[in-house]
Antibody, heavy 119, light 106 residues
């Protein structure tokens, strides 16, 4: 069974760093890209970026380039999303999702990680 | 960048009604278009990909059509469990979600 299990909710102050995780189960980890999606409170879905766990190649949306970093660890079949300096506007729910093969985009999703940034 | 728009932004319909949501791309994307359903407090769920292919166990009352720049998602007979926000996603050039359409039940 394919599952993506994300780390728990975080409360941080502006300027702090943060790493959240997405651990994957039930499929061959290097074979599928993993993407991150942000959803601010009451707002829509925003594609942030993705990683190829096999090569660690990443692509980012211009809105997020330089603001976040995506990495992967093959040994634990886990993908990470990292901020070096959080802002209040980073508050929201963050989802990881598996990019399917061929014509299929994001077919399996994590449960979401809630990030709250407040002074 | 490819921009996506959806209409309407909200709609209210009765159980059994036929519901249609439109998604438009700022440039041609062939059929690299998917639809997602997001229920309150839950992660999105893939309904349709390739503009018209129904995913797995998705009920047959959902259907998708279109190519190029204009696409539609149709619910043939709205059910109470269809209360959700629906998003289109282009995956022709990286990825862009539409702004969403919230469906409520009258």
């Amino acid at each position: 069974e394919v599952r993506l299990v994300q780390s728990g909710a975080e409360v941080k102050k502006p300027g702090e760093s943060l790493t959240i995780s997405c651990r994957t189960f039930g499929y061959t980890f290097p074979d599928y890209w993993i993407t991150w999606v942000r959803q601010r409170p009451g707002r829509g879905l925003e594609w942030m970026g993705r990683i190829d766990p096999d090569s660690s190649h990443t692509d980012y949306d211009p809105s997020f380039e330089g603001r976040v970093s995506i990495s992967a660890e093959k040994s634990s079949t886990t993908v990470f999303l990292q901020w070096s300096s959080l802002q209040a506007s980073d508050s929201g729910m963050y989802y990881c999702a598996r990019q399917g093969q061929l014509l299929v985009p994001f077919d399996f999703w994590g449960q979401g990680s809630l990030v709250t940034v407040s002074s | 960048d490819i921009q996506m728009t959806q209409s309407p932004s909200t709609l209210s319909a009765s159980v059994g009604d036929r519901v249609t949501i439109t998604c438009r791309a700022s440039q041609t994307i062939s059929t690299w278009l998917a639809w997602y359903q997001q229920k309150p407090g839950k992660a999105p769920n893939l309904l349709i990909y390739g503009a018209s292919t129904l995913e797995g166990a998705v009920p047959s009352r959902f259907s998708g059509s279109g190519s190029g720049t204009e696409f539609t998602l149709t619910i043939s007979s709205l059910q109470p469990e269809d209360l959700a926000t629906y998003y289109c996603l282009q995956y022709h050039t990286l990825f862009t979600f539409g702004p969403g359409t919230t469906v409520t039940i009258k």
